[in-house]
T-cell receptor, first 115, second 114 residues
């Protein structure tokens, strides 16, 4: 439960605000992920980092800007969001990207509401 | 293309009864299959996975899942449900190719009644 932490747990922001989500993993993993979870929809993969390098951007709008300063920390910078961006944002980590059998471990998420 | 389906939005079961949460998949080549559980206001928690070998996989909290290649299914099961098992369950699949991604189903809400 404490392997991957996320802050804040809840966030309310206006469309003109700038905010950041933080994720930290304590598992010694090398890969980190951002997902968006909306009601009644499958999890949407947003970004993937491996050894601090971005390996995937799943056509995410530029108002979402990820940052990975090291293998343990991942940020998601938010700017001029839209109400439809309201969702649960989940961070995950895995040992690496080497094998299809890699298990991803998730944080508790940040519940974001854009007004 | 990869896909995964959870045909039931919700499954209701009485405490003490067996439960099954269904999952079917489509991938090219051998599948890697996962089950996750999400409790209210929590992230996804890994339950179990199938990579290869025995078709019956045992996981956390007494859950198990059976891989059926001919039916392309990976149903989650538990012999005796607990009220505390009530949660949202996600099936996920990934193909064996390096370019394959982990694809999640839409989730099934399990409600266990006392």
């Amino acid at each position: 439960e404490t392997g991957v932490t996320q802050t804040p747990r809840h966030l309310v922001m206006g469309m003109t605000n700038k905010k950041s989500l933080k994720c930290e993993q304590h598992l010694g993993h090398n890969a980190m992920y951002w997902y968006k979870q909306s009601a009644k929809k499958p999890l949407e993969l947003m970004f993937v980092y491996n050894f601090k390098e971005q390996t995937e951007n799943n056509s995410v709008p530029s108002r979402f800007s990820p940052e990975c300063p090291n293998s343990s920390h991942l940020f998601l910078h938010l700017h001029t969001l839209q109400p439809e961006d309201s969702a649960l944002y989940l961070c995950a980590s895995s040992q690496g990207l080497q094998g299809a059998e890699e298990t991803q471990y998730f944080g508790p998420g940040t519940r974001l509401l854009v007004l | 293309a990869q896909s995964v389906a959870q045909p039931e939005d919700q499954v209701n079961v009485a405490e003490g009864n067996p439960l099954t949460v269904k999952c079917t998949y489509s991938v090219s080549g051998n599948p890697y299959l996962f089950w996750y559980v999400q409790y209210p206001n929590r992230g996804l928690q890994f339950l179990l996975k199938y990579i290869t070998g025995d078709n019956l996989v045992k996981g956390s909290y007494g859950f198990e899942a059976e891989f059926n290649k001919s039916q392309t299914s990976f149903h989650l099961k538990k012999p005796s449900a607990l009220v505390s098992d009530s949660a949202l369950y996600f099936c996920a699949v990934r193909g064996a190719y390096n370019t394959d991604k982990l694809i999640f189903g839409t989730g099934t809400r399990l409600q266990v009644f006392p």
